[in-house]
């Protein structure tokens, strides 16, 4: 079975597609459909995160108790306010999805 990486880097501009990668891992962990799945946040859909409450109630209430990476760079370097993603681990994942990857976990960016 398969480890899965999603990416969700899309942001306003394409924020069907960011909702798409959320619910396709969602689902992938609802159906056992891998082995583990991890979900990160960057660029473009942090601000999608921080600024569109619809969105962000729509990862939360899909991921569970799952709580995603968020990073961390990004989110000081515009302010991110921590309250909008506390559901989230805020972490450096730069270095964490070159070692997710090295894992054996496939990268799915949307």
Known sequence: MSKLLVIISSGKEAKEKALTGVMFA????KFKWAESVEIVFIGPSQDLLVE???FREAVTSSIGEYKPLVCKFIA???????EKL?????EYVGSMINE???EGYIPLVF
Do not use: C, E, G, Q
């Open 100 to 102: 997710l990857i090295s």
């Open 52 to 54: 569109d409450k619809h």
């Open 76 to 82: 000081d370097s515009k302010n991110h306010p921590r």
């Open 26 to 29: 969602a689902n992938s962990m």
């Open 86 to 90: 506390d559901f989230a681990r805020v």
